[in-house]
């Protein structure tokens, strides 16, 4: 991927009309990833505990479950449908994660659960929904925590495929998608995030936490984007296996 000026992008637009301050000026921050050999894609948290049902607003989904997110997450829904048929028809590894159903006595993803207990122990909470259900091969893993790395079998299965390149969608943009993609970065994955297959129940946060992953830890693209480097990636493959 081509080096790309910071404020091209919605998210660094809205963010630069937030921030008084140059922040991210200059090209210390405009470094662009290098689109590996081996990609795989991890949906984060796509669970009804977090989307709620279609057509919900925001307050009628939290009345349901507290940490959904609401109209985002069906805005999102047609992007994360598509990043996951590009990444089947790649033959990329795709894992999804959802919440640990008892996971309560760990101590759970967000510390209000110390209080109210786990949402995940609710009926249906870990429920993937069926616009988005995993296609045959795709992983499943359950984590205790924020992060899809922490405490989980994901680096195993990782290396075990040989993945250079992890592409991350899902929920929410500032908890679980953030901390998964700063493990991505920490543990040396050529990491990129998914925009808009990306939600949050707060648009602020979604939109700060996306310009920040950008300038420090992944490249943040669009599902199109993704989609034509996904093509071009498949085409430099059978060039090279020619």
Not at 42 to 56: H, M
Request: aromatic share 8%.
């Amino acid at each position: 991927m081509q080096e790309d000026k910071i404020g091209s992008r919605w998210w660094h637009d809205r963010f630069a009309e937030l921030e008084a301050s140059p922040a991210y000026d200059g090209g210390y921050w405009s470094m662009r990833s290098e689109f590996g050999e081996r990609p795989a894609l991890i949906v984060v948290d796509v669970v009804r505990s977090f989307t709620g049902a279609a057509g919900q607003t925001l307050a009628e989904a939290a009345a349901v479950y507290p940490t959904a997110c609401g109209p985002s997450a069906w805005e999102a829904m047609p992007a994360i449908a598509q990043t996951v048929r590009v990444a089947q028809d790649s033959g990329w590894p795709i894992v999804y994660t959802t919440g640990l159903q008892g996971g309560g006595p760990f101590g759970g993803t967000v510390k209000g659960e110390n209080l109210h207990g786990s949402v995940m122990d609710l009926p249906g909470a870990t429920d993937i929904p069926d616009e988005i259900a995993p296609p045959p091969g795709a992983v499943v893993i359950g984590k205790p925590k924020a992060s899809a790395f922490f405490d989980t079998p994901l680096v195993s299965f990782l290396v075990r495929n040989r993945v250079d390149t992890v592409i991350i969608l899902g929920t929410t943009t500032s908890g679980c998608v953030r901390a998964t993609v700063v493990d991505s970065f920490s543990h040396g994955y050529s990491t990129f995030v998914v925009a808009d297959g990306c939600f949050d129940r707060s648009a602020l946060s979604h939109t700060v936490h996306l310009a920040e992953m950008d300038v420090k830890y992944a490249d943040v693209i669009t599902a199109d984007e993704l989609a034509a480097s996904a093509l071009a990636h498949r085409s430099e493959m059978r060039r090279s296996h020619a």
